[in-house]
């Protein structure tokens, strides 16, 4: 009796420091006394200032998809290792394996040039929710609601650009259509790569641990912004200077504890918490279970190829992380909605809601539910024959989506030749491909066909096989592919003329390919979209409802846009009988070492480095500190986002979450949802006593 009441008393601690929501800066007023409660000695300006220089200023979308963070004046840029991974790949081979080595630039003239690579700022952030919403009544139709909105959308995107015109711009919808901001932002383009870890640090633990607590994981990578003379965004030059931010973050390395302040600021990429249960429903019973399906097929395959080949392992390598990333993600958000009763208290909610719309200052919202679960009765099928075609078009065989790049020249070669396009258009497709074959093994190719195309062809695709004109009991040849040849390819587009056009016509993967895509584009594309914008309608409107009957202060579901989590360095109790303690040290790197598990595998100067206990100025009582968690609301996108304490300071690099907490992007739980960080302690420990690359310290502003 006395362990219950003490596990109860644990969890309203915890969830008593844990703060659900992804916050925007420019609108932090409904939360920031609370932010000042927990900790918070910032002002809202030094946080995010449109007129003058902020944390903001400090902070970057980086390549798209997730975050950096500037560290020094000259425009030096931590993010994660997976963050860089592509690029630290694609300047590998058998000769310089940075991916197995690492690399340092021992001099500017050292740093890598990184061709497409870009990062983006963030100018400002406007409300503009009246201006899109102009002219929309409660009797419009979704159709002539998403009318108006696209007319509304023009002609703020011409007022913008008139008044910005060299700045970017970005209308994004908040809360499903209740809320809209214009975001101007400033890209910059020459980005180089300045250093990053051997894997046996920045992926320490591989699958294993990925998605995983206790983590030992040194997930970060080094990067440089450089500009013109003036400052500003410009084309890679040797002429180009380092970037000067108006702000960079201060380096803290005198460590964090329990309880202390923790704030994550970054680019969370997307969330869901506002799903009705027909959604959630539709996602743990048949979505999940299918791609998790066809991944564990591939994955199988690569990870035997890789562990047996160094040259497959750094084709691989980014293919690899990439498909098992969001394979062992959805693994545990399955776990966490089952165990957590996620479509229990979805249902429970809405008979709230239901309840509610009986109320007559409520009834306009009575059919809201009702037409949401009848336009997902309807959207389910083709919503999981699309990204069943994604899957398999995209993260499945390769030559499906590489052999598809040619559509165009195959199906305009005429077009293009009278324009006097052929010649670029088959340059650019050459420099595709020798990127491509860079990366490909034809036996790797041929093993996830074989696992892949019965689970695509018979299990899954009821459907689809007979829409795109498949047969399901006809596997592909890769003998008889132009494509999986890269001799004979370019052979073949040495000649261009109809008979090239021919041979690539019908060759068996892109006439699939061309198939699949073709049944997509006519058919599901079209459906599916329609759907989705009666189901934005009525979402709006579930949302505007929800909002009314239950007042408080809601958060935007995460779109890749500038957000703040907050909460605390904090642990956690998963499971009964488990207490997670929020930080790890380097004995765990050593511990794991000595299982013998190949994914936790270090080379002899790690291992001597951690057992003569060589920690530098970086150690503590004895201690390196590596990794921490803390109850800030992360999700994917967050990767690389600074973490930062009370004053602002970087105390560590944001790079997961604990397996349980991947439930958050749909339902957070404040008991057991934690983000994971690398302490910026064990940053420095890597760059300055690992690799001796400390002269990159001189530049950082480091507090002691």
């Known amino acids: 009796m006395k362990f219950r009441l003490l596990s109860a008393l644990l969890i309203i601690t915890h969830a008593a420091t844990a703060k659900e929501g992804m916050w925007i800066p420019s609108l932090l007023n409904v939360v920031y006394s609370d932010m000042q409660s927990q900790g918070l000695q910032l002002t809202a300006e030094d946080l995010y200032d449109a007129n003058g220089s902020s944390l903001k200023d400090a902070i970057v979308l980086f390549g798209g998809g997730c975050t950096g963070e500037i560290v020094s004046n000259d425009g030096l840029l931590f993010t994660n290792h997976h963050c860089g991974f592509d690029y630290i790949q694609y300047h590998s081979s058998l000769k310089n394996d940075y991916l197995r080595d690492g690399f340092w630039a021992k001099?500017?003239?050292?740093?890598?040039?990184?061709?497409?690579?870009?990062?983006?700022?963030?100018?400002?952030?406007?409300?503009?929710?009246?201006?899109?919403?102009?002219?929309?009544?409660?009797?419009?139709?979704?159709?002539?609601?998403?009318?108006?909105?696209?007319?509304?959308?023009?002609?703020?995107?011409?007022?913008?650009?008139?008044?910005?015109?060299?700045?970017?711009?970005?209308?994004?919808?908040?809360?499903?259509?209740?809320?809209?901001?214009?975001?101007?932002?400033?890209?910059?383009?020459?980005?180089?790569?300045?250093?990053?870890?051997?894997?046996?640090?920045?992926?320490?633990?591989?699958?294993?641990?990925?998605?995983?607590?206790?983590?030992?994981?040194?997930?970060?990578s080094v990067f440089r912004i450089y500009a013109d003379a003036n400052n500003e965004p410009a084309k890679y030059s040797d002429k180009n200077v380092p970037f000067h931010p108006a702000h960079h973050l201060p380096i803290n390395i005198g460590g964090v504890k329990e309880g202390d302040f923790s704030m994550v600021y970054g680019f969370p990429g997307r969330?869901?918490?506002?799903?009705?249960?027909?959604?959630?429903?539709?996602?743990?019973?048949?979505?999940?279970?299918?791609?998790?399906?066809?991944?564990?097929?591939?994955?199988?395959?690569?990870?035997?190829?890789?562990?047996?080949?160094?040259?497959?392992?750094?084709?691989?390598?980014?293919?690899q992380s990439d498909v098992a990333n969001a394979w062992k993600k959805w693994k545990g958000q399955q776990i966490g909605l089952t165990n957590f009763r996620a479509l229990e208290q979805?249902?429970?909610?809405?008979?709230?809601?239901?309840?509610?719309?009986?109320?007559?200052?409520?009834?306009?919202?009575?059919?809201?539910?009702?037409?949401?679960?009848?336009?997902?009765?309807?959207?389910?099928?083709?919503?999981?024959?699309?990204?069943?075609?994604?899957?398999?078009?995209?993260?499945?065989?390769?030559?499906?989506?590489?052999?598809?790049?040619f559509h165009e020249l195959i199906e305009n070669y005429d077009t293009l030749q009278a324009k006097g396009k052929l010649a670029a258009t088959l340059e650019e497709l050459k420099q595709g491909a020798r990127a491509f074959y860079k990366d490909f093994d034809l036996e790797t190719e041929m093993a996830i066909?074989?696992?892949?195309?019965?689970?695509?062809?018979?299990?899954?695709?009821?459907?689809?096989?007979?829409?795109?004109?498949?047969?399901?009991?006809?596997?592909?040849?890769?003998?008889?592919?132009?494509?999986?040849?890269?001799?004979?390819?370019?052979?073949?587009?040495?000649?261009?003329?109809?008979?090239?056009?021919k041979k690539l016509k019908a060759d068996p993967f892109y006439a699939a390919a061309n198939a699949m895509t073709t049944d997509y584009n006519a058919r599901l594309r079209p459906q599916v979209g329609d759907y989705n914008k009666q189901i934005d309608y009525w979402m709006q409107k579930y949302t505007e409802g929800m909002m009314k009957m239950f007042p408080g202060n809601y958060w935007a579901d995460a779109n890749s846009t500038l957000r703040i989590s907050y909460g605390k360095v904090d642990g956690s109790y998963p499971r009964d009988g488990e207490h997670y303690t929020p930080h790890t040290t380097a004995d765990g790197i050593l511990q794991k070492y000595y299982t013998g598990n190949p994914d936790f595998a270090i080379s002899s100067k790690l291992k001597s480095l951690l057992e003569a206990r060589n920690y530098g100025t970086y150690g503590s009582n004895g201690e390196l500190n590596v990794c921490y968690t803390g109850s800030n609301h992360t999700t994917g996108g967050n990767s690389g986002s600074p973490a930062l304490n009370a004053k602002g300071e970087l105390t560590g690099i944001n790079f997961d979450r604990s397996w349980e907490s991947t439930m958050s992007d749909i339902m957070y739980n404040p008991e057991i949802c934690r983000n994971i960080m690398v302490d910026i302690r064990y940053v420095l420990?890597?760059?300055?006593?690992?690799?001796?690359?400390?002269?990159?310290?001189?530049?950082?502003?480091?507090?002691?």
């Open 107 to 220: 001099s500017r003239s050292e740093e890598l040039r990184c061709d497409g690579l870009s990062v983006v700022f963030v100018v400002r952030m406007d409300d503009v929710t009246e201006a899109m919403r102009k002219g929309i009544t409660a009797t419009m139709s979704p159709t002539e609601v998403d009318a108006l909105l696209q007319k509304n959308k023009k002609a703020l995107e011409e007022k913008y650009k008139k008044e910005n015109p060299l700045l970017g711009l970005q209308l994004k919808a908040f809360n499903y259509g209740n809320q809209y901001l214009a975001i101007l932002t400033k890209s910059y383009n020459d980005v180089r790569l300045v250093g990053a870890p051997p894997s046996e640090i920045g992926k320490f633990g591989g699958d294993t641990d990925n998605w995983v607590w206790p983590r030992h994981t040194g997930d970060f």
């Open 271 to 319: 969330t869901e918490h506002l799903l009705t249960s027909y959604a959630v429903d539709f996602i743990t019973n048949q979505l999940n279970p299918m791609r998790i399906d066809m991944r564990d097929q591939t994955i199988a395959v690569l990870e035997g190829r890789m562990r047996a080949s160094d040259e497959i392992r750094i084709k691989y390598a980014a293919k």
């Open 346 to 405: 979805k249902r429970a909610f809405e008979e709230q809601y239901a309840a509610q719309c009986l109320k007559p200052e409520f009834r306009a919202y009575a059919q809201v539910l009702p037409k949401l679960k009848s336009l997902y009765n309807d959207v389910n099928h083709l919503n999981f024959e699309t990204q069943l075609f994604a899957e398999y078009m995209y993260y499945g065989p390769e030559l499906f989506n590489f052999s598809y790049r």
């Open 449 to 501: 066909y074989k696992r892949l195309q019965p689970l695509h062809d018979v299990k899954y695709n009821k459907r689809g096989a007979a829409d795109s004109k498949q047969a399901a009991s006809l596997p592909l040849d890769y003998m008889k592919s132009v494509f999986s040849d890269s001799t004979a390819l370019f052979k073949l587009l040495a000649k261009p003329g109809k008979g090239m056009i």
């Open 685 to 704: 420990w890597v760059i300055d006593v690992y690799a001796d690359a400390d002269y990159l310290l001189n530049e950082m502003t480091i507090v002691r």
